[in-house]
């Protein structure tokens, strides 16, 4: 028996197979679109052809109306992993087609000396392409064209007008409300509303920003905090969860916020000219994550991510380009533009812009003789936050490497004496994603307090009060770094890294290595 692939062709086209079964026909194979938008003159589609096998000369091609151009490889992220383990690479790709030429069908071909295949299946792969396969989605981009999935291997374009608009809402309100689901509901509903407060935010400017719903303190809040002193004619919005402490500081402080999941915050949202973004996929964090099978096509405002954390890892399985759709990526230091501008995470160069965090200012040391840890969170244990929903406990925590780690160091007898000789406390801070395992852990000593970065504690007052702080790789390593402070990297083999993207941050463990510039986060927007 042969342990080699095999490839032919039949009058099905061509093919791999393995011990005499067929591995992949290409023909057969859906590229996926990550993502599209329809900015500064162009239609701009991002996405990937995840065949395992290559098939000669044959050539990705994108034909749209009469325009068509060969789609050439960009080595930006779309592995297939099993087990940990990649096994192959697919090939992206991003087309830019002038609007004057959108029309007629939207297809994707394998070509080769001549011959054109079939067009081939198209996926949309989530909020930011725009379009789905359900029932009457549509995409229209005004004064240009209307997409339309309508059917599995090509989009039909037709061109704009205000009556095709109306006509197809029409249609696909009456798809959403015959399904009769509470979600299906809401959806058609807040699409409605969506066009009768349409022609109100048309000419109003409009930036978002948030962090964790529940919780500020981040690049969100110090960036709003300084926008909204701008008297520059564009509206600032927060938005936070009501009732949290956070919203009660924001009412005291005659500043206003747009309340987390109701249909005016969501509203200002869709009608966005740029959001700010401190998480990845921005339609959950401002409340649209049920939504946003419904809603893709409303998705068209400028996002600028301005993080929370450092990018010194391996991250172009969850930041490159056609996961994200982000116009701007805000960085602390050079490193971070170097890692973000190679080929693996898709992005221009001028997308990339060194400006600093606006937290750090912020920052300022008043150490009080204490010890701040805090690890990170591991993958493997939990899933990150989304919007105000609170991470899911695991119910076998306390089984973990992870729970034995950290609680046999906050309960050793050794440091419990040095506490007290030195006249020291330790606070034990544990990440959002771990914070529904707090109740597992107890320390025996009075000097040990353990709370959740979810409850009402401050991250600004515990990092400038510490002074020394712990961490396996937790990126709050950099914000502490700031303020010149020392770090001990704490890395129990028991309790190893979730991945193994994961490098070391070791080496970028004083201030003078990041970019602070006064007022760092007022960029300009209007640019983007």
């Not at 914070?435 to 600004?460: C, K, N, P």
Request: proline letters at 5%; one cysteine or more; glycine letters at 6%.
């Amino acid at each position: 028996m042969s342990f080699v692939p095999v490839q032919g062709t039949d009058e099905l086209g061509p093919y791999t197979t393995f011990a005499g079964q067929t591995l992949e026909r290409p023909f057969e194979i859906r590229v996926s679109i990550d993502s599209m938008d329809a900015h500064d003159g162009f239609l701009t589609i991002r996405g990937r052809f995840p065949a395992t096998f290559t098939y000669g000369s044959r050539d990705l091609t994108l034909h749209v109306g009469e325009h068509s151009e060969a789609l050439t490889d960009q080595g930006r992220y779309a592995d297939t992993i099993l087990h940990g383990q990649k096994l192959a690479r697919a090939r992206t790709f991003t087309a830019r087609v002038p609007l004057h030429m959108v029309c007629g069908r939207l297809e994707f071909r394998l070509e080769t000396k001549g011959e054109v295949s079939p067009p081939l299946p198209i996926h949309f792969n989530g909020p930011i392409s725009k379009l789905s396969h359900k029932s009457h989605a549509y995409w229209a981009i005004p004064g240009t064209a209307i997409l339309t999935s309508s059917a599995e291997n090509s989009v039909q374009i037709t061109p704009y007008s205000k009556l095709r608009h109306a006509r197809a809402e029409g249609r696909r309100q009456l798809a959403l409300r015959m399904l009769n689901t509470p979600e299906h509901r809401a959806i058609a509903r807040l699409r409605l509303k969506y066009f009768l407060t349409r022609p109100s935010f048309r000419k109003r400017r409009i930036w978002m920003y948030a962090d964790r719903i529940v919780k500020g303190g981040d690049n969100g809040e110090y960036a709003f905090r300084y926008a909204v002193t701008q008297r520059d004619g564009i509206e600032k919005h927060y938005v936070l969860q009501p009732g949290t402490t956070l919203a009660t500081h924001f009412r005291d402080s005659s500043l206003p916020f747009l309340a987390f999941g109701t249909d005016k915050q969501r509203l200002h949202y869709l009608n966005a000219e740029v959001v700010f973004a401190t998480r990845l996929g921005p339609a959950a964090t401002f409340g649209l994550q049920q939504h946003s099978q419904g809603i893709r096509d409303l998705l068209n405002s400028r996002t600028v991510y301005m993080n929370h954390g450092l990018v010194v890892d391996k991250l172009d399985f969850a930041l490159n380009v056609g996961y994200t759709g982000f116009d701007r990526i805000c960085v602390v230091s050079e490193g971070e533009r170097s890692n973000l501008t190679a080929p693996n995470y898709g992005y221009a160069t001028q997308q990339v812009v060194s400006t600093g965090f606006a937290r750090y200012d912020g920052l300022h040391s008043s150490p009080n003789r204490t010890i701040l840890l805090a690890p990170t969170w591991r993958a493997n244990l939990h899933r990150p936050q989304r919007g105000n929903a609170t991470a899911e406990e695991h119910r076998a925590f306390r089984q973990t490497p992870y729970f034995h780690t950290f609680n046999s160091l906050i309960n050793n007898p050794r440091l419990h004496q040095m506490l007290h000789d030195y006249d020291f406390r330790l606070v034990f801070l544990l990440h959002p994603n771990v914070g529904s395992q707090l109740s597992d852990f107890s320390s025996t000593s009075d000097r040990v307090e353990i709370h959740a970065a979810t409850d009402d504690v401050s991250y600004e007052q515990l990092l400038t009060q510490a002074n020394i702080m712990v961490t396996d790789y937790s990126g709050v390593q950099f914000d502490f770094a700031h303020m010149g402070k020392p770090l001990v990297y704490f890395h129990p083999p028991r309790s190893p890294h979730a991945t193994a993207r994961i490098h070391s941050a070791t080496t970028v463990t004083h201030s003078d290595q990041l970019r602070r510039p006064k007022m760092s986060y007022s960029i300009n927007c209007r640019r983007i």
